[in-house]
Each structure stands twice: as C-alpha cells, then as structure tokens.
C-alpha cells in the first residue's frame, strides 16, 4: 500500500512538472489572448454616433413602385397614353363570391354606383347607370387551382 502511495505521488509530480513547462507558454498565450480582448472591447465600447433626425428625414424611400400606363398608337406611329376606363378586376369566384379589386362581394352588393346582378363560372355582371358591364377573370388567374 506505501509503494502505490509512493508511485502516484510520483506520477502526480512528474505530471505537475510537464505542466509547469507548458503553463508557462499558456500563460503567456492567455496573456496576449487577452491583451486582444481588451483591444477589441475598448473599440466596441466608444461611443457611435448615428444619423440625427433631419438627416433621417432627408432618405429617399428605396422602394419603387412603378405603374406601367397602356399606350396607344395614333396616326402617326407614335405612343399615347391612355387612361384605363375599368378599374374593376375580377380575380377569384368561389361559392357564389367574386373577389373584385382585392375584395371579396356577394351577389346584389354594391360596388361604388355599379351592382352585382350575376356571378357565373368565369365572370360578373355588373348594372351600370349606362347598361351592364361584364367582368370576366384575367387568363393568368383562370388556372387556379386548390389542392
């Protein structure tokens, strides 16, 4: 039992020396490792200053909306543009509902001075003051389908 005692005493010194050889080069490694850390958190904590308010106000929104007008062409050849007379686009039908411009309307609702009267498989009759006016859905939207 003494000589087990004696020879981890021994293994635990010889293991305590080769550590004493390598904690000096560490020490100094962690030394400079710090040194670095300390660098860096004195540039992260100054002060930033950023835009003031009349700076902010004067960004220019970097979005872009751009509306494509429709143009026709006169005599001449060249481009006119002209304004859209129906603002009314007929999107979706489902369950007797049309979706018009973004909404969704049932049969005999009002939109603006014009009434639904009719919703068909692809389109929408509307009463005008002036007569009636067909809705019918765009061919890029004609090919929905729910799964």
Known sequence: MKKLILISTLLNLSL????????????SNKANL??????????ISQKRVGLDEKEIAKVVEPFL?????KTDKNKSG?????????????EAIFNKRAMISGKWYSLYQ????KKIVSIAG???????????????????NANISIK
């Open 110 to 113: 009002s939109i603006g001075d």
């Open 122 to 140: 692809n389109h929408v009759w509307l009463k005008t003051v002036s007569g009636r006016e067909k809705l019918t859905i765009r061919k890029k």
């Open 34 to 43: 710090i040194k670095e850390y300390q660098e860096m958190f004195e540039k």
């Open 16 to 27: 305590f020396a080769n550590v004493d050889q390598n904690s000096s080069e560490n020490i």
């Open 78 to 90: 060249t481009k006119i543009a002209t304004k859209k007379t129906n603002s009314l686009i007929l």
């Open 65 to 69: 909306i751009i509306k494509k007008k």
